[in-house]
């Protein structure tokens, strides 16, 4: 499986910008990277996805290192309604088996 | 509007019995799955399917049963074999591409006394 780490848990303040890391070491060539967020009592809701280059969206924007091994999804603009559980994943062509970790609890401060 | 609708919302049952939770999508999409979440944790994975009439055990499948014999419904079963069957469990679907995004529904709350 492809296996990502990421924080139990952030901090941010509201109106500020938040950088939420995730390690995926094992990351192979043709691995998209994709990231999800969780409100309580919902299922997740997809946040936005890359290869290589950075990707920007309404949502959010994605940072993709060099190396492609890390990746760091960036709210610009922390609101209360973006405090979730924040989940990286890897999708692999060849592999339907999709797991998930804990992710991370994001809490955003008035 | 396309989407993945999961029913019920709430699921109350006696212990010992069988439950099927459902699962439908009208997105067109050939892979379906399951997830468990339980308090505080995050999804893990019970079945999964990549096309109709064919699907694979997850992480935790002891306990549970699918079937696909639609390309737009994944229903599952809680038998009474599953010892801790009370969780919220999701139902997703995707194209099956690496960089066509999961779709999850808001899925069903199962409470089992």
């Known amino acids: 499986d492809a296996k990502t780490t990421q924080p139990n848990s952030m901090e941010s303040n509201e109106e500020e910008p938040v950088h939420l890391p995730c390690n995926h070491s094992t990351i192979s060539g043709t691995d998209y990277i994709h990231w999800y967020r969780q409100l309580p009592s919902q299922g997740p809701e997809y946040v936005i996805h890359g290869l290589t280059s950075n990707v920007n969206n309404r949502m959010a924007s994605l940072a993709i290192a060099e190396d492609r091994k890390s990746s760091t999804l960036i709210l610009h603009r922390a609101t209360l309604r973006d405090a979730a559980v924040y989940y990286c994943?890897?999708?692999?062509?060849?592999?339907?088996?999709?797991?998930f970790g804990k992710g991370t609890l994001l809490t955003v401060n008035p | 509007d396309g989407g993945i609708t999961q029913s019920p919302k709430y699921l109350f049952r006696k212990e010992g019995q069988n439950v099927t939770l459902s699962c439908e999508q009208n997105l067109n999409h050939d892979a379906m799955y399951w997830y468990r979440q339980d308090p505080g944790q995050g999804l893990r994975l019970i079945y999964y399917?990549?096309?109709?009439?064919?699907?694979q055990k997850g992480d935790i499948a002891e306990g549970y049963s699918v079937s696909r014999e639609k390309k737009e419904s994944f229903p599952l079963t809680v038998t009474s074999a599953q010892k801790n069957p009370t969780a919220f469990y999701l139902c997703a679907s995707s194209s099956g591409t690496r960089n066509s995004p999961l779709h999850f529904g808001n899925g069903t709350r199962l409470t089992v006394t």
């Open positions: 994943i890897l999708l692999r062509g060849s592999n339907y088996k999709l797991t």
């Open positions: 399917s990549q096309i109709v009439n064919d699907f």
